[in-house]
């Protein structure tokens, strides 16, 4: 595996349901990221872990849980979410120094549908 | 103030021609400069990177960055219907982990 991988690729959840979204990075970065772009919208950054230290809640509802295990492993708990909330959920990861950051690489993302 | 200004476009180009695309930035102490590529249903995909005032260029890809008026482009030349895509313009700036993106513009290369 190269680059960064996220599983589902699709996922179809009931308002009720409980799902997990995996993002695993293979370029060694220390940084990671989740984004969602909903239809025709951009990029909306949710969380930003550095060094498995979350640095950046942008106001995310707590129906979104992220969990940072180690520099390469990125999840999101997804509980009693909206319809709204479908979207395609992208991860990122980069290298992050102590005064800037450099390219983000992207996953492919996971489309979620909300029913 | 937006702090990364693009616009949405579409931008409609025909195939061979030069397509360019704009981007302005409000943080003067902005130190990294991206561009990304991003088809529809997709992931977004880099294309340049910029660090220093000039030009940058990547086979059709030229990057130009001007960080006295704030602003960073990216030229396309010999235009392909494949390029058609919506662009983001992406910002580091000084002791942020994060980039802040534009909104993306959307380009149009009809043959």
């Known amino acids: 595996e190269t680059g960064v991988t996220q599983t589902p690729r699709h996922l179809v959840m009931g308002m009720t349901n409980k799902k997990s979204l995996k993002c695993e990075q293979h370029l060694g970065h220390n940084a990671m ?24 809640n942008n106001s995310v509802p707590s129906r979104f849980s992220p969990e940072c295990p180690n520099s390469s492993h990125l999840f999101l708990h997804l509980h009693t979410l909206q319809p709204e909330d479908s979207a395609l959920y992208l991860c990122a990861s980069s290298q992050v120094t102590l005064t800037s950051t450099d390219t983000q690489y992207f996953g492919p993302g996971t489309r979620l549908t909300v029913l | ?38 088809y529809s249903g997709k992931s977004p995909e880099l294309i340049m990177s910029i660090y220093s005032n000039g030009d940058k260029e990547d086979g059709r890809f030229t990057a130009q960055l001007n960080k006295a008026s704030q602003y960073v482009s990216l030229l396309i030349r010999d235009s392909q219907p494949s390029d058609s895509a ?3 313009c992406a910002v580091n700036t000084y002791n942020t982990d994060k980039l802040i993106f534009g909104t993306g513009t959307r380009l149009q290369v009809f043959p």
């Open chain 1, 33 to 56: 990221y989740w984004y969602k772009q909903s239809a025709k919208k951009p990029l909306e950054l949710m969380f930003v872990y550095n060094f498995k230290e979350q640095t950046e």
């Open chain 2, 86 to 88: 919506t662009y983001l």
């Open chain 2, 1 to 38: 103030q937006k702090e990364v200004e693009q616009n949405s476009g579409p931008l409609s180009v025909p195939e061979g021609a030069i397509a360019s695309l704009n981007c302005t930035y409000s943080d003067r102490g902005s130190q990294s400069f991206f561009w990304y590529r991003q």
